[in-house]
């Protein structure tokens, strides 16, 4: 999908760029594959973020793949890749303002590999009973990406730590008056599912849910 985006971006000759995230049970697909392909020989400026979670669903990394890094399938196209540490988001940062900005002098295509874990379940459903319990605490304790961003900016002088509890008392009213508003926002009239979805219905559909 976010090749075929590139892709307008480009033929309308728009200094823009798509980035798009997937994780490393979504690069063993065959729609990753075409989509890829594309964007390197259009040569479309296009970032993708591959995420090695170590879990695919339930699958683990040597059940779904035979490479060690997510990068090789990448450069099997043509395509330049990088691995970083994706639980350090100096390095995340870094490696994607370089992808953004060759991208957009169109240069084209740039993968980059984090390496990171899932710490939570595929969906809510998932209650990860597949994965040891000593490996995610030892993830969570050891390997944090906000706990490790949080102690380089301390240790740096960047920001205090009444800074740091600034932001985050900020964040966290705007996050909640946010979820208050949806939560109290009456629900939508049926007819307005209708109009956009591929074309707009005729007068008598509308008239129709606008009855039930």
Same mark, same amino acid.
């Given at each position: 999908?976010?090749?075929?985006?590139?892709?307008? #971006?480009?033929?309308?000759?728009?200094?823009?760029?798509? @980035?798009? $995230?997937?994780?490393?049970?979504?690069?063993?697909?065959?729609? #990753?594959?075409?989509?890829?392909?594309? *964007?390197?020989?259009?040569? !479309?400026? !296009?970032?993708? /973020?591959?995420?090695?979670?170590?879990?695919?669903?339930?699958?683990?990394?040597?059940?779904?793949?035979?490479?060690?890094? !997510?990068?090789?399938?990448?450069?099997?196209?043509? /395509?330049?890749? +990088?691995?970083?540490?994706?639980?350090?988001?100096?390095?995340? %940062?870094? *490696?994607?303002?370089?992808?953004? =900005?060759?991208?957009?002098?169109?240069?084209?295509?740039?993968?980059?590999?984090?390496?990171?874990?899932?710490?939570?379940?595929?969906?809510?459903?998932?209650?990860?009973? %597949?994965?040891?319990?000593?490996?995610?605490?030892?993830?969570?304790?050891?390997?944090?990406?906000?706990?490790?961003?949080?102690?380089? @900016?301390?240790?740096?002088?960047? +920001?205090?730590?009444?800074?740091?509890?600034?932001?985050?008392?900020?964040?966290?009213?705007?996050?909640?008056?946010?979820? =208050?508003?949806?939560?109290?926002?009456? !629900?939508?009239?049926?007819?307005?599912?209708?109009?956009?979805? $591929?074309?707009?219905?005729? *007068?008598?559909?509308?008239?129709?849910?606008?009855?039930?």
């Amino acid at each position: 999908v976010m090749a075929g985006i590139a892709l307008t #971006f480009k033929l309308r000759g728009e200094a823009r760029v798509g @980035l798009v $995230y997937i994780g490393d049970g979504g690069t063993s697909t065959g729609t #990753f594959h075409e989509g890829l392909n594309l *964007a390197a020989v259009q040569r !479309l400026p !296009l970032v993708v /973020i591959g995420e090695y979670n170590h879990w695919a669903y339930s699958t683990p990394p040597d059940k779904q793949f035979a490479v060690r890094d !997510l990068a090789e399938k990448a450069k099997g196209y043509g /395509i330049p890749a +990088v691995t970083v540490d994706g639980n350090d988001v100096f390095a995340v %940062y870094e *490696a994607t303002k370089f992808a953004v =900005d060759r991208a957009r002098r169109g240069k084209g295509v740039h993968f980059i590999e984090v390496k990171t874990y899932r710490r939570k379940g595929h969906a809510e459903h998932d209650d990860q009973h %597949y994965v040891p319990k000593d490996e995610l605490e030892r993830w969570a304790q050891e390997n944090d990406p906000v706990d490790r961003y949080v102690q380089r @900016l301390l240790g740096a002088d960047m +920001v205090s730590e009444a800074d740091l509890k600034d932001i985050d008392d900020r964040v966290r009213v705007e996050v909640d008056q946010a979820t =208050d508003a949806c939560v109290d926002e009456a !629900l939508p009239e049926p007819e307005t599912a209708l109009p956009g979805v $591929y074309v707009d219905p005729p *007068a008598a559909d509308r008239l129709w849910f606008k009855a039930l």
